[in-house]
């Protein structure tokens, strides 16, 4: 892989009229107000612990802050758009008001909680699990919106996703996936698309790895790339380790994906990754 392919230098996308260049790297800080996350499941429960969360992951270095009240873990039970809404409104309520110049981001596949989340409590971002696949007015909320959207590649669902997922060509299939997707939202005047491949959604260790490897494949579609690999299985399972154990596995692999061109990183712990591009980018520029 070429020198110039480590970072993707011409990708923009725009928060708040403002333009956001990927000269290096972005961080996503994730907060589940989940009880039942695979990893930090019910550690925030009060709205002073996700706060200080908040505030803690903004001073390490995270650009972008990532909200989801549903477990979408492997196996995980779905919940009803009212409880996602009910778990969701006093946190970004208390949020919105405590970081009203933090950009947020809503992991939602309902279209309902992704518009609520944009027009009550200002969110800039839509995160959606399913590309639009679960919620058939998505695409049209989104284009009504007009707020960054990140597109995710899941095959089946979350109860469902890993039972024995099979692929020809994993990359390929998913790409075929995301163009007609990326072209249609591009025709309807949406010029802010994230894809992220998915990793763990629908995939087999193997799986994981072939798309770590030919993460570049997806500069093709023209957008940037989104990269959440944080304490998956993918990881730990192939260290037999646990979720807890697995920050030096995670280290390794985010470092694999920013080499491969990811432009944003999905993650629990961010001071290490922040540190990892710190390191990376004095050593692309050295």
């Known amino acids: 892989m070429g020198k110039d392919t480590f970072f993707c230098k011409n990708k923009t996308i725009r928060f708040r009229g403002h333009l956001l260049e990927f000269n290096q790297p972005l961080v996503m800080g994730i907060l589940n107000i989940t009880p039942d996350s695979f990893y930090d499941g019910g550690h925030y429960s009060s709205k002073t612990e996700m706060v200080e969360q908040v505030r803690k992951m903004i001073s390490e270095g995270a650009s972008i802050i990532d909200i989801g009240a549903v477990s979408t873990r492997p196996g995980s039970v779905p919940v009803s758009e009212e409880e ?53 007015n998505m695409f049209d909320t989104v284009i009504g919106l007009n707020v960054p959207y990140v597109m995710m590649h899941m095959k089946g669902t979350p109860p469902d996703m890993q039972k024995q997922p099979v692929y020809e060509n994993v990359t390929n299939e998913i790409l075929s996936y995301f163009s007609p997707k990326v072209n249609y939202l591009r025709s309807k005047g949406c010029k802010d698309l994230i894809i992220d491949p998915g990793f763990g959604f629908g995939k087999k260790t193997e799986h994981n790895y072939k798309l770590l490897k030919e993460l570049h494949s997806f500069y093709m579609l023209e957008c940037p790339v989104l990269v959440g690999v944080s304490r998956k299985s993918m990881i730990y399972k192939l260290l037999g380790t646990n979720p807890d154990e697995s920050l030096n596995g995670t280290q390794v692999v985010q470092v694999i994906a920013m080499l491969n061109g990811a432009d944003i990183l999905r993650v629990h712990d961010v001071k290490p990754v922040m540190e990892a591009i710190r390191i990376m980018t004095f050593y692309k520029n050295s």
């Open 84 to 136: 996602e809404i009910n778990r969701l409104k006093p946190v970004l309520n208390v949020l919105s008001k405590e970081f009203p110049e933090t950009w947020f981001s809503i992991d939602t596949f309902r279209s309902a909680v992704a518009k609520m989340a944009v027009e009550e409590f200002g969110f800039y971002m839509i995160n959606d699990i399913s590309a639009g696949d679960l919620d058939r």
